[in-house]
Antibody, heavy 118, light 107 residues
Framework: QLQLQESGPGLVKPSETLSLTCTVSGGSISSSSYYWGWIRQPPGKGLEWIGSIYYSGSTYYNPSLKSRVTISVDTSKNQFSLKLSSVTAADTAVYYC??????????WGQGTLVTVSS | DIQMTQSPSSLSASVGDRVTITCQASQDISNYLNWYQQKPGKAPKLLIYDASNLETGVPSRFSGSGSGTDFTFTISSLQPEDIATYYCQQYDNLPHTFGGGTKVEIK
């Protein structure tokens, strides 16, 4: 059974860089059929797609965040990562990693709350 | 960006009722639409893909229809375990935008 697990600091200071890693187990991140993505959800609000990456390293970002976002993949560790720079309180959210198959985001991590505060 | 307008934003229905949620895209997205269920404190769960296809293991009381710009999600007989927020998402164009969500409660 495929599992995804987010990890990283739960508290980030304003203007600093948020860094999260998603570890994939029970399957290979190098499968040609899938993309790997990040989605976030501010407390009490809806879902926002951040971006996704293919195992080859091709990336796709939300234009609203593109100037601040970097998604990378480490196939040797079966992990992919998110970096979001210059964070503000508006970036406080639960961050999910997920697998995107041909049909949609079919496997998700449990999510991790990142709070931006001094 | 393609805007996804979901309605209603919330609804209250009785157990056994038929529940319908609509999602309208700001431009033609063919059938590139998914429906997700999110229970409090949990990650979203894929229920319907390609507008009308039921994900494996999802009860048959859930269904979806539509193409182009107008889509419908239906629970044929609401069950207590269906209490959740439901989201549509288009994946025709990047960014893969979500609707605002519909919170379903039991009356």
């Amino acid at each position: 059974q495929l599992q995804l697990q987010e990890s990283g600091p739960g508290l980030v200071k304003p203007s600093e860089t948020l860094s999260l890693t998603c570890t994939v187990s029970g399957g290979s991140i190098s499968s040609s059929s899938y993309y790997w993505g990040w989605i976030r959800q501010p407390p009490g609000k809806g879902l926002e797609w951040i971006g996704s990456i293919y195992y080859s390293g091709s990336t796709y970002y939300n234009p609203s965040l593109k100037s601040r976002v970097t998604i990378s993949v480490d196939t040797s560790k079966n992990q992919f990562s998110l970096k979001l720079s210059s964070v503000t309180a508006a970036d406080t959210a639960v961050y999910y990693c997920a697998r995107r198959g041909p049909a949609g985001y079919d496997y998700w991590g449990q999510g991790t709350l990142v709070t931006v505060s001094s | 960006d393609i805007q996804m307008t979901q309605s209603p934003s919330s609804l209250s229905a009785s157990v056994g009722d038929r529940v319908t949620i609509t999602c309208q895209a700001s431009q033609d997205i063919s059938n590139y639409l998914n429906w997700y269920q999110q229970k409090p404190g949990k990650a979203p769960k894929l229920l319907i893909y390609d507008a009308s296809n039921l994900e494996t293991g999802v009860p048959s009381r859930f269904s979806g229809s539509g193409s182009g710009t107008d889509f419908t999600f239906t629970i044929s007989s609401l069950q207590p375990e269906d209490i959740a927020t439901y989201y549509c998402q288009q994946y025709d164009n990047l960014p893969h935008t979500f609707g605002g969500g519909t919170k379903v409660e039991i009356k």
